[in-house]
């Protein structure tokens, strides 16, 4: 398959310059790609390459393409944002490459009789859909995914192997859910039950039941072994376009804005509102019981405890060093305190002197 | 279903105040609670709320009612932990709902002969128990469970889809273990066998076999996705009334005492012990091999690496602050060997200062 | 089963001293072990328990048998890594006592008609494998694992239930993968496509294809519900004998060096290169686009933001002491300009002293 830069900027958008019946069939980066692909030009410090590249055509800025010595002999799409529409180009190949999958339900899965399941739907082996369920339009199940009773699954949704919505969730259309993924598991509440101290202490930990769900907006993509859990009285909310990475843990009753990324093995403990258009690091921390502003960045491995109601960029990590450094330093940060009081003690000194003086 | 509150508290405990033929179906908290509804204060800073309520009774405590300005035309059950209380109200209305699910297994369950599976068990569909297992009564096995040879099952225990219990381990009554936790996956054991150094080095990593299981006491929780290791020699211990939460992962040959809470992401490396009603926060990491004391309390993001036998709370978190700003401090604290030369420096200047006077 | 020391002794190596006719049946620590039972000394620190212990043999170096009083009525191999040793063998005892399992595919499974799975591998129930998929001599997938279509996995390897494998990704030999263990889902990307800023932001995130595979070598374990994804265009890479534990993230495109061991809830971001013989420790982080060299070791909870070429042992994490303490050491770090700051002030009022002077 192949497509000319007609037919490409036809459905994409973009200006061709050069020729519009070049016939490109794939993508490569700028130094690798040939004549039959495909390249693009996202960041300017690349420029060079564009000069020497034998690929048939390039996706470039405007900016970009007025910085070229020369657009001779060269085909461009020019487009404001080459990277995203490369990605848009890039799926569009795939999807044609992929083999077709036919929709219908495996022999193999379980599905409830009162489930409702569309016909567009692929429902892969030994998946289980309860009562009450309700699968969309072109969603794909594949296998062994668990739908709850009651649980909705919007159209055009894909789940990866393994993947568990518990019972009375909703998840928007268009979600990727990578395998093994888990959405409604219950939150993490008990109440203390106890009398006495030390070893004379009596008593248990109560379950407080869960009883809210997980709504979750349409374009979501959640990564692989992620866990969110399920609300105590409401739901967990996670809007629209929200983009979560693997082993990522959200607790009850957290409300994630709109088109916020969150990096792999952050945790946001429950009842936490994250804003729109936030960017969460890898391996953060969120506290319980906070609020984060829109367009509020935590980089990599902070910890956040209390409200960030603007938008900044915070942390809390340091970066590895010698470990001998590392001891050193950390165990003058330990007795900081005295380093003060000497500072103290010499500013009360000097004090001293000036008075005497 | 509506329970009068003399049934409530014929069953639960506590004393009606007003009119126990009152009828309560559900649960609400106190601002929003209806005339069919038992709401609860668990927090005196609700007080007020108390007072202008529409529920049909509320739970509350003796104090807390004591400092009521008025009872009058409301009902109240007058119980000393109101919100454990309305834990396990709330509990017994969710188990009146829930439709109930038969007892037997799926015929898509593989079930080895030698297996010992309860009549009131309910195994769900795709779920695997291996030779020598025994699934004790009123276990619920959801779908794509899978349990190894030998392992039991304690009566009443819950496992949400996609649970794999490994052989040889002990699982005790009343567990409840959410969807893709790893009980029983082999310790993390190597012996280096490497000769020379550098390029130079080869050899290879040789792995120790993990011959103990897993113990698991009565009444635990744990939370989805969650990894707990087997023992090398000897069984990883986790005591009763243990309530983890997701993705947390437990080395091998751990002990975790009873009644300890351990919140999302955290981390315990191979044979520590952590004593009696710990609550280890989120992400907190703790070293291999020291152990933790009884009522010790370690604050979320943490890292323990050494023992700390004493009760307290222990910290070593920092909260995110703006990102210029901790950079600043983050500088300083690498050269902060550097101030405390200085102010030797300074002090050694002033002893001259005092020695010349 | 009981074999002789000179049995053991041909197959593993070693010296045999005293009765080469001494037959143990199975392993125990030197204080704990029989007559029947093989014990070894890997630290010499428990030297004087070999003089007392019960075992029929033991294991132990050449350099520790030269310290010993007495060798007199005991039996021993003598070899230079006793832990590596007793780990063979521990092995070999534990496969002669393992339930022999019979190859073949479970009628449960699901194997398309185009992979290609050894008659000697053995294919657990509702195992899923997809077209084009190839599994090598004596594999053992077992209950659930579900194989991606034209992935290999290598001769010997043994995936627990529930491990799921991607499209198009290579195992190599005896791989050993737990429970829940996710290979190959989408590394995270995403272009931005927006317009405008705060709330008037419009567009959306634009997900990039992720079209590489991963890529492993020989002899690799991976821990239970860690997470390996996908390159973006080129493999992600783990080098052979790399071990991994478990919830581990690993993100698209890194390469992981031969014989490397990361411990659990690390975290690698994308694209980021580990040299061989490294040890990241337990909940390390470190960011995309770094390159650790050889033989660097991260201690646990450490994060890394730079490229750390040289080996060499690297920390960023403080040991979790009293809570009040830290936070005043906390609070002085926040405010540790102002300190630099008194400082600079003494100094410059001190050389004013020294200039009056």
């Not at 599905?111 to 009450?132: F, H, L, Q, R, Y």
């Not at 106890?194 to 202490?201: C, E, Q, S």
């Not at 990522?248 to 409300?255: D, E, L, M, T, Y």
């Not at 050193?328 to 500013?347: C, G, M, P, V």
Request: charged share 20%; hydrophobic share 40%.
């Amino acid at each position: 398959m192949a497509f000319t830069l007609e037919d490409i900027a036809g459905r994409f958008g973009g200006e061709v310059i050069g020729d519009p019946t070049q016939r490109v069939g794939s993508l490569a980066p700028l130094d690798q790609a040939g004549p039959q692909q495909l390249a693009f030009l996202a960041n300017p410090k690349y420029l060079s390459q564009v000069e020497t590249t034998r690929a048939g055509a390039v996706l470039i800025s405007p900016d970009d393409l007025e910085k070229l010595a020369s657009r001779e002999a060269r085909n461009f799409i020019v487009t404001p944002n080459p990277y995203a529409y490369f990605a848009r180009v890039a799926q569009a190949f795939i999807d044609l490459a992929a083999p077709k999958v036919q929709p219908g339900v495996h022999p193999s899965a379980h599905v409830d009789a009162t489930a409702k399941v569309a016909a567009s739907a692929v429902i892969g082996p030994n998946v289980t859909v309860e009562a009450g369920a309700t699968i969309g339009e072109h969603v794909r199940l594949d296998a062994n995914v668990f739908i709850g009773r009651g649980t909705q699954v919007g159209e055009g949704s894909h789940f990866y192997p393994g993947v568990t919505v518990y019972h009375g969730c909703k998840i928007g259309a268009r979600a990727i859910v990578h395998a093994g993924a888990v959405i409604g598991s219950d939150g993490f509440g008990f109440a203390p039950d106890f009398k006495g101290d030390g070893d004379a202490r009596t008593g248990s930990w109560v379950k407080i039941p869960q009883v809210g769900g997980v709504s979750i907006g349409t374009d979501v993509e959640i990564g692989a072994n992620t866990t969110i859990d399920r609300g105590a009285m409401a739901d967990t909310i996670i809007e629209e376009c929200v983009k979560i990475d693997n082993l990522v843990q959200i607790g009850h009753n957290c409300k994630v804005g709109a088109y916020t990324v969150i990096a792999g093995c952050a945790g946001i403990a429950g009842s936490t509102t994250i804003g729109r258009h936030c960017m969460i690091g890898g391996a953060v921390g969120v506290a319980g019981h906070v609020t984060l502003g829109d367009y509020v960045i935590v980089t990599a491995k902070s910890g956040v405890s209390k409200s960030l109601p603007k938008a900044g960029i915070y942390t809390s990590a340091f970066p590895a060093v010698d470990h001998a450094d590392w001891n050193k330093s950390a165990a003058l940060l330990r007795n900081i305190d005295k380093l003060r009081d000497r500072i103290r003690a010499l500013e009360a000194a000097a004090q001293k002197v000036q008075g005497d003086a």
